[in-house]
């Protein structure tokens, strides 16, 4: 079955340490999205890609990074920067990124969690 | 202004009740609307896309109104499996990137 898949579901980082989140799709969209959800909050866009080796940041991209190296995979790094990264992280994509009418996929989300 | 603004609720209706939320938006070049449909802890999935003319999708209506810059979701014959989240989802004109709404949360009870 086509998808988007993410992980891990769950991650756990300590003082100072970058973790990275893994974002892969299975449905040859061109266009891909990361997205950070609080609790009680609508989705903040931190990054998005519409096309291999490109990437534009979104509304809250400071103490991330990304990279698009193959179609299919889009990696979020928290770095150490992000002094608040506790939150739901979810990935998205979409066919294209030209259409007014495409809408998101998105993958299952990782929790990410400060020890 | 925020650029989508929705009722957070919750609201808590019976079921079988009709139940109707609202989404205002402020860009009024925007072109596509979406409601999408959040359960706890998990990700959002699409419930329908908002056409100018309306769409019906079983118990789901969406309708979209320019000239007051909103649109509607109404469920009727509500279940309990239809208690969610549910997020209003605008492009904004001149762009490719969705505007998220905060959500509005709905409980139905037995």
């Known amino acids: 079955d086509g998808g988007i898949t993410q992980s891990p579901k769950y991650l756990f980082r300590k003082e100072g340490q970058n973790v990275t989140l893994s974002c892969e799709q299975n449905l040859n969209h061109d266009a891909m999205y990361w997205y950070r959800q609080d609790p009680g909050q609508g989705l903040r866009l931190i990054y998005y890609?519409?096309?291999?080796?490109?990437?534009q940041k979104g509304d809250i991209a400071e103490g991330y990074s990304v990279s698009r190296e193959k179609k299919e995979s889009f990696p979020l790094t928290v770095t150490s920067a992000q002094k608040n990264p506790t939150a739901f992280y979810l990935c998205?994509?979409?066919?294209?990124?030209?259409?007014?009418?495409?809408?998101?996929?998105f993958g299952p989300g990782t929790r990410l969690l400060v020890l | 202004r925020k650029e989508v603004e929705q009722d957070p609720g919750p609201f808590n209706v019976p079921e079988g009740a009709t139940v109707a939320f609202n989404c205002t938006y402020s860009?009024?070049?925007?072109?596509?609307f979406f409601w999408y449909r959040q359960d706890c802890r998990k990700e959002p999935k699409l419930l329908m896309s908002?056409?100018?003319s309306g769409n019906e999708d079983g118990r789901f209506t969406a309708q979209l109104n320019r000239a007051s810059q909103y649109i509607s979701l109404l469920i009727r014959d509500s279940k309990l499996s239809d208690s969610a989240t549910y997020l209003c989802?605008?492009?904004?004109?001149?762009?490719?990137?969705?505007?998220f709404g905060r959500g509005t949360s709905l409980i139905v009870h037995p």
């Open positions: 989802v605008v492009i904004p004109g001149g762009s490719y990137i969705p505007t």
């Open positions: 890609s519409q096309i291999v080796n490109d990437f």
């Open positions: 860009n009024s070049a925007s072109q596509s």
């Open positions: 998205a994509s979409s066919t294209s990124s030209g259409g007014s009418r495409e809408t998101q996929y």
């Open positions: 908002v056409y100018s």
